[in-house]
């Protein structure tokens, strides 16, 4: 079957879209500017295709530099990543730094940040958790990268279980677990006992390539054997996590009143939404955990609502 051109960039724009937004991520986590960038350079065979040139050249607003050859650039730049890692008087440091957030699920399905996005490589993190049930006798791990503070929407990297715990009371068991990458980027993930000094653990070498369902279905699946932040830990988590969803919340407040003007749902919805942000304020103010971690709940639901509100009219 003959392909041609104008089909094979149908196919490949959201592609090629997405690297835009790339590009865009990078220049603002450099806090750099589109002007401030000198030449762009081309990657790669695929970055002859027509409609990548032409994405470079919008998105930067400059013709990309001709000057290196998209194929042998690879080579040009492993060359000069290895004399830079030969000489040891250079004046320039080539950093190799994570792509994505590293981190694990703990208890409630949320995602634990161990090692931020854009460290640099090599690099080791650890925290310490405590169980949440009582009688708790093993951890199960789940090894995740991405940036959402939901679990169930990051990639899987991998698995384990730590048994043999110490039966007690729920938080009293303590696991440390440590993330390490080698400047060869390999992940190795361990989880430790404080008390005995049983140790498992895991190399980590590719994604798991599960479907949304299938990594939500063992988020829930892992639930009842999750860690949980260290009591001092989860009361600043909880807290920081409500200050922000208030935040965002009180923003998107003008947007949906507009959009619900005229609308008797709509304003019994908006009064229910300014009353779960001042009981949550009411309850940071008493530091009433149990009911600030209840109208957590609450105030997720009502940002969910309010953006899936605010998005229907973008």
Do not use: W
């Not at 970055?47 to 050249?57: G, S």
């Not at 791990?141 to 007690?168: C, P, W, Y």
């Not at 209840?294 to 229907?312: C, I, K, P």
């Amino acid at each position: 079957r003959l392909l041609t051109r104008g089909q094979l960039e149908e196919l490949t724009a959201d592609l090629v879209e997405r690297t835009s937004q790339i590009c865009g991520m990078t220049l603002d986590e450099a806090g750099l500017e589109k002007s401030e960038i000198e030449d762009v350079i081309l990657v790669g065979g695929m970055t002859r295709m027509p409609l990548v040139q032409r994405a470079v050249t919008e998105f930067f607003e400059r013709e990309p530099s001709k000057g290196v050859h998209p194929d042998e650039v690879v080579a040009l730049g492993a060359s000069i990543q290895g004399a830079a890692l030969l000489d040891d008087e250079q004046d320039m440091v080539l950093l190799d730094v994570t792509p994505h957030t590293l981190g694990i699920m703990i208890h409630g399905g949320y995602f634990e940040e161990l090692i931020p996005q854009n460290s640099a490589v090599p690099t080791s993190r650890s925290k310490i958790f405590t169980t949440v049930r009582e009688d708790q006798t093993a951890v199960k791990i789940l090894v995740l990268q991405g940036e959402s503070q939901e679990a169930d929407k990051n990639d899987l990297l991998g698995e384990f279980v730590l048994t043999g715990l110490r039966r007690g009371a729920a938080g009293s068991v303590e696991v440390e677990v440590a993330f390490e990458i080698n400047a060869d980027g390999i992940v190795s993930v361990s989880a430790t006992d404080l008390e005995t000094g049983k140790e498992q653990s895991i190399t980590v070498t590719a994604s798991s390539g599960l479907t949304p369902d299938e990594l939500n279905a063992m988020v829930e699946d892992a639930k009842d054997f999750a860690v949980s932040r260290r009591a001092d830990e989860a009361t600043e988590g909880v807290r920081q996590e409500a200050e922000t969803l208030i935040a965002d919340i009180e923003k998107l407040f003008p947007d949906v009143e507009a959009v619900v003007a005229g609308s008797d749902f709509g304003r019994d919805a908006i009064e229910k939404a300014k009353s779960v942000v001042g009981r949550t304020r009411s309850a940071m103010e008493a530091n009433d955990m149990k009911m600030l971690e209840e109208q957590l709940e609450a105030l997720a639901r009502t940002h969910r609502m309010f953006r899936g509100v605010v998005g229907r009219t973008d």
